[in-house]
């Protein structure tokens, strides 16, 4: 078992930076690929970034490309989200999930979420 715990999340102004942390504990996160994830509400959950257990491979949406980092510290087990010029539009809960696999489309486990909220 793998447990997730979000953190970071916040009010931003519009142009502000948050960075998100997903603390792993159970096991050793370094064997999975992390994603995260968001859901707006009265929206379908998307996909944002994420990065292969290596931390070698990552990948974006186009919505964030440019303005999303994703990395890993898999000493510390934890996937960091730093998130630059931060839109209205990225409110949202944001939510970790890790997967044996890549991509990690079909994540083993999730965490519980945390969430962002950017004011124009």
């Known amino acids: 078992q793998v447990q997730l715990v979000e953190s970071g999340g916040g009010l931003v102004q519009a142009g502000g930076s948050l960075r998100l942390s997903c603390a792993a504990s159970?096991?050793?996160?370094?064997?999975?690929?992390v994603g995260w994830s968001r859901q707006a509400p009265g929206k379908e959950r998307e996909f944002v970034a994420a990065?292969?257990?290596?931390?070698?491979?990552?990948y974006y949406a186009d919505s964030v490309k440019g303005r999303f980092t994703i990395s890993r510290d898999n000493a510390k087990n934890t996937v960091f989200l730093q998130m630059n010029s931060l839109k209205p539009e990225d409110t949202a809960v944001y939510y970790c999930?890790?997967?044996?696999?890549?991509?990690?489309?079909?994540?083993?486990?999730w965490g519980q979420g945390t969430q962002v909220t950017v004011s124009s």
């Open positions: 159970g096991r050793t996160l370094s064997r999975y690929s």
């Open positions: 990065i292969r257990w290596s931390g070698g491979t990552t």
């Open positions: 999930a890790a997967d044996p696999r890549w991509p990690p489309v079909m994540p083993d486990y």
